[in-house]
Each structure stands twice: as structure tokens, then as C-alpha cells.
């Protein structure tokens, strides 16, 4: 971490070393008056020493002791910063249909449970502080995840999720009952469910306003969403005598009754015809469903001012040695 500097403007003193080293060079050329000999020959004849050529050291000590007093003066500090945290955070559970008509290929180039769980998958890893669950569902439901703070266990809960780990059928109602559930014990302000479907209820024992209900006595929030286009959709299918081939298939939404659920809880109802309208879905929820993040910020620094003066001390007591033994000038 790099300094900062509790009175800066003595850093202006740094200005004065160019000035002082033009002066001793100035100085330095200037013939002085010293001891007459009447022939300087013998004198010229000395040989020049290793110390002779490192005679200017001593400007080079004082101005790097004049450098690091102003420095000492400018109260250089290293700190450290220390941050509370504290999170009035959101739960949230996804409610994701597995039912056979998510493979309907509306949502081009894929289908529809594909693009759903890359877009899930974009929205989890965009979450911060808040606890996230998984619950899958078709003819009945399971919990993929509770709710965790490990976005990376998450996901990869999430990819693993696909066709055929439960029985067929659309069970809405005991899709929300059981994301629900996952939030029965949950202490968060706020408690949120999202479902996510393309069909109507057609299968479990619970409705699915018997489960809104159940929600809304337990302060959960629903938003729900109704994916996918009307009519005749393409779907892979697996023919025991061709193989895998495209067929058209008649798809039917219960928009009524999803929007009865979210209006019920307090959430709000979305369609999504097409991946970009999921993902701007998804958007205007993370927006909706925001953490409250409260931040105190602790700081605790280190002076530096006496370490520099010592240093300076240092170099200049090393001047006056120098000066007066190796370097000593004869008057």
C-alpha cells in the first residue's frame, strides 16, 4: 500500500535539492586560494586515489539527508483499512419447471430449459450477501439446493439440472409450496420466491393458489414467469424408429392464474416470448431485490516521520565523519 501524506505541502522542500547540487557544482569550479608551492610538478605527480574520485559523496549525504527531513516533515502514513459489513439480506428461491415441454425450441438456437438455466446461472453469480436455493420441478418437485451463500455449489447444482430426474407433468402448485418451505425458517427482511414455467397446472395434490396462499401467509413474496411463445412450437423428440427428429407441438399457458399467484404474494407476473425478454426479466428482479449493504469503515495508521528522521540523522552524521577524516580539506 502506498503512503499517503498527512501535510503534503512540505513536499515542496524537494524543490531546494536541484538548487543546492547547481550551487555546489557552481562552487566546485571555482579556483580557490590554498598553500603557494613554487612548482606544482611534484603535486601533479601524485596519483589520484579511489576516495579522490568519490569526494562529491558528501553533497550526495546532505542533500539525501535534506531529502528525507522534508519528507519526515510531509508525515508519510501507511494505514489500514478495516470494513463492517453488515447486510439486511434478501432469500431467494428459484422454482424451475423440468417438465417435457421446456424442450420446446422457441428459445432459439436452443431450448427453452437450456437458455433458463444460462440466464439463472448469470443471475445467481451477479448476487452479492444473499442466500439463494434451487427447486426443481415436473408431475412433482425436489430440492436441488437450499438455500446457500455458495454461488459456486450453486451452479453447479444448476447445470446438473435436466430432463427426466422426475416424473413427468407440470405440478406448479407443488413446485411453490415446496420453494416455499425453503423459506419457512428463514429470519431475512425479505423472502422472495421465483417461478419460472411454461405451462398450466396439471399434476400434484396442491393448486397452485392453495400454495400462493400458503405463501403469503408465510410473508413470501412470488414472482412468476410465463416462458415461451402460443401455439405449434418445434421440439426434439427421441422416435424409437428414426431416432431424434423435430416435431411441432401445441403449447398452452395458464397467464390468468400466474398472475393471480403473483399479485396474491405481492410479486409481480413477467412473460418471456424470447431469451432476451428472460434476461431483461431477470434484470428488472435483481433491481427489485436489492440487499440493504451498511458499511463502517475502520482506519489505523502507522507514522512514518520518525523512521525518516533517524535516516536523515544517520546521513548526516555520517557527513560530518567523512568530512573530517577521509575527506578532511586542508585551509
Known sequence: ??????????????????????????????????????????????????????????????????????????????????????????????????????????????????????????????????????????GKSYTQSPLTLDYGILVQFLRSVDFGIVEDGTAIGTGILNGVNRLKSSDAKSKVAVLLTDGENNAGEVSPMMAARAAKAMGVKVHTIGVGKDGDQPMEIDDPVFGKRIVSVPTKMNEEELLEIATLTGGQYYRAQDPEALRNIFAAIDELEKTEIHTTTYNRYHELFYNLLLVALGLLFAEIILANTRFMKIP
Not at 33 to 40: D, E, K, Q, V
Not at 45 to 70: M, Q
Not at 96 to 109: A, Q, Y
Open 1 to 138: 500500500m502506498w503512503p499517503t501524506f498527512n501535510s503534503p505541502w512540505f513536499l515542496l522542500g524537494l524543490l531546494l535539492i536541484p538548487l543546492l547540487l547547481w550551487r555546489y557544482i557552481r562552487l566546485s569550479g571555482r579556483k580557490e586560494a590554498g598553500i603557494r608551492f613554487p612548482s606544482l610538478g611534484i603535486i601533479k605527480r601524485i596519483p589520484k586515489g579511489t576516495f579522490y574520485h568519490l569526494r562529491h559523496s558528501l553533497i550526495a549525504l546532505r542533500l539525501a539527508a535534506i531529502a528525507f527531513i522534508v519528507i519526515a516533515l510531509a508525515r508519510p502514513q501507511y494505514g489500514e483499512s478495516l470494513e463492517e459489513v453488515t447486510t439486511s439480506g434478501v432469500d431467494i428461491v428459484l422454482i424451475l419447471d423440468v417438465s417435457t415441454s421446456m424442450k420446446v425450441m422457441d428459445f432459439k438456437p436452443k431450448n427453452r430449459l437450456v437458455v433458463a438455466k444460462q440466464i439463472l446461472e448469470d443471475f445467481i453469480l451477479g448476487r452479492r450477501h444473499d442466500r439463494i436455493g434451487l427447486v426443481v420441478f415436473a
